[in-house]
């Protein structure tokens, strides 16, 4: 069933609460009391600045009163100068504290701001493949991104702007009664209260036209993002302007949404006025015929007129206030949504970490899909012993990477179990299952840093000596000696600096540095030519001694040499065994053989 305004309605404003309620604790921590006490300090001081402000425009009337020669005893005892300095330096006292406030409270905002996305941070890597692969990075970055923002808003204006406006109208609405006529307070609550219905009103319609401008811009950052990433494939089909057009079309509906946004900022910017003014009109002609019968002084019309501006300024914000702070609850809501998003996989209770003897990779009858509907593995039951290598071959589709992606666990098994020396991956922690293997993909992709950084990346404070120990390992150490810069070289957003064989050597260098026993070569050579496969192929040979290795391979004279092949077909084994044993048997491994060495022939 759709759902109806009204219901769009009362969902958002339950995920509202629901965000205050979620922003809370980091406002109030038990385990932190200096937090507490800032925010104490802080509420405290807003209290006195806004008494101080109150305050002042009686101030005011003393000192046009003494110079008029009327009224009774001046406020403080003092003449017209000193009203007047008084009246100044309660000015100035009211910016001081409002200031003051703001650098008390800074660090719990900085604080919470910090910790909400070191939380998300984290988070976003907690969760599982299918998440990652199924969100877009532009979209997840902006989500993010506005929803940190949001918080600092809504710490900053909720506390320090709706709370204040409340207070300051109140305390004005006591003083316009007790010191003027209660016809007073009838036309100014009146016009507040047109005031705020009427800025809430519209500000609701124009957060749906802020949202869909909203979407339309992560639209068009998705684009950019993924047209960016994508350079090389852009220009090998030309496709520069269509790239432009398509960004051009999200651009296009971003601005019709913007001049939307626009045109209601203009409309609530004038009712606002409107209101406020006639309120304004209305307590001045009041004060006017207060002065003209003379149960007022000059100094009470000026002093109404001051209360009436000094409440209009507060006021005129409200709309801005709470149309952000309506849109920070939203933009805070995604990201709460993305916090609530379940782990796919995740360590069981009590979890222990992973003790590798030897490093023997079992699978009992092991079942997946990534849909329901669609299994992948059917039954797969497989032994790598301790310090042996396997090779995993077959067409594509028949579920070869898969079994890598579940022995690192980035998926769970549906069926089975897959075991590392008898103790099943789900049983134990990831963090201690990801360091005890090593993998070096098909495409090797590195972060937009040094070469000394991306090797360096394998070991958590390795020394130099170390990574360079690696390199050589790798046999990639001479050629880095020979660049200009060395170690220090950049290498380009993921890696495009270097050639396929030079990623992959500084990635087997990063592998062989983190040291693990068991080391998943996933397609690690099929993307580059002859020589280079040749050469890399020597550089995984010395990177699998005396580990357990799992080679899942597309050229198979790249495993001529394991100690057991096994072919996949739709999920399932069908042949087992030592490279010349497969192809006496002229199976399935012996067509496939036959037919690239053709290929490679021809």
């Not at 009327?70 to 009203?83: E, K, Q, R, S, V």
């Not at 300051?168 to 209260?193: K, N, R």
């Not at 497989?382 to 290598?389: C, Q």
């Not at 084994?573 to 399935?588: M, N, P, V």
């Amino acid at each position: 069933m759709t759902p109806t305004p009204d219901d769009v309605t009362v969902d958002e404003r339950q995920s509202g609460w629901r965000t205050i309620r979620k922003v809370a604790p980091y406002m109030w921590p038990d385990d932190q009391p200096w937090v507490k006490r800032r925010v104490v300090l802080a509420l405290v001081v807003l209290v006195v600045a806004k008494l101080i402000a109150v305050y002042t425009p009686v101030l005011y009337k003393g000192a046009v009163d003494a110079l008029a020669k009327d009224g009774g005893i001046p406020p403080l005892a003092l003449g017209a100068i000193g009203l007047t300095v008084a009246y100044g330096v309660a000015r100035m006292m009211t910016v001081g504290f409002q200031q003051l406030r703001d650098a008390i409270f800074a660090p719990v905002a900085q604080r919470a701001l910090r910790r909400l996305a070191l939380e998300t941070f984290r988070h976003i890597h907690r969760l599982s493949m299918r998440y990652h692969i199924s969100r877009k990075t532009g979209g997840l970055s902006r989500i993010i991104e506005r929803g940190v923002k949001g918080v600092e808003f809504l710490l900053r204006f909720l506390l320090f702007s709706v709370g204040p406006l409340i207070l300051e109208l109140v305390l004005v609405a006591i003083i316009l009664t007790v010191l003027f006529d209660v016809w007073y307070l009838v036309i100014v609550a009146t016009t507040i209260a047109l005031y705020v219905w009427f800025t809430f009103a519209v500000t609701e319609w124009r957060v749906k036209l802020r949202r869909e401008m909203n979407d339309q811009d992560t639209d068009a950052n998705q684009k950019a993002i993924d047209s960016l990433l994508n350079y090389e494939t852009v220009k090998y089909f030309s496709a520069e302007e269509r790239e432009a057009k398509r960004y051009d079309v999200s651009m296009r509906a971003y601005a019709q949404a913007a001049l939307k946004t626009a045109y209601s900022l203009a409309f609530l910017n004038f009712g606002q006025s409107f209101l406020i003014t006639l309120g304004l009109i209305g307590v001045m002609v009041l004060a006017a015929i207060g002065v003209q019968n003379g149960s007022l002084t000059v100094g009470d019309f000026v002093m109404v007129n001051a209360y009436m501006v000094q409440i209009t300024i507060p006021l005129n914000f409200l709309g801005t206030v709470y149309r952000e702070i309506r849109q920070s609850l939203v933009d805070m809501g995604q990201m709460f949504d993305l916090l609530e998003q379940p782990a796919e996989v995740s360590d069981k209770p009590g979890a222990r970490a992973l003790n590798v003897q030897g490093g023997e990779v079992t699978l009992e009858n092991v079942r997946f899909g990534y849909e329901d509907t669609r299994e992948i593995l059917k039954g797969v039951s497989l032994t790598v012993p301790a310090g042996k290598s396997v090779a995993i071959v077959g067409a594509t589709g028949s579920g070869k990477s898969t079994i890598g992606r579940l022995l690192f666990r980035f998926y769970d098994v549906t069926g089975g179990s897959l075991k590392i020396d008898g103790q099943d991956v789900r049983d134990v922690t990831q963090s201690s299952l990801h360091k005890a293997i090593g993998v070096v993909p098909q495409d090797t992709v590195l972060f937009n840093d040094t070469i000394g950084y991306n090797i360096a990346y394998g070991l958590d404070g390795a020394t130099q000596e170390q990574v360079e120990d690696a390199a050589r390992a790798a046999q990639i150490h001479d050629f880095i000696v020979t660049l200009p810069e060395g170690y220090e070289t950049k290498v380009g957003e993921r890696g495009l600096k270097l050639s396929g064989g030079e990623k992959q050597r500084v990635g087997i260098a990063r592998t062989l540095l983190k040291n693990p026993p068991i080391l998943l070569l996933d397609e690690a050579t099929s993307a580059l030519d002859t020589d280079t496969e040749q050469e890399i192929k020597d550089a995984l040979s010395l990177a699998g001694e005396g580990r357990t290795v799992i080679t899942i391979a597309h050229r198979l004279s790249t495993i001529a040499e394991a100690d057991q092949i096994v072919v996949l077909e739709k999920g399932e084994i069908i042949e087992r065994g030592r490279h010349e044993d497969l192809l006496t048997q002229k199976g399935r491994y012996a067509q496939l053989w036959t037919r690239q060495q053709s290929d490679e022939a021809a």
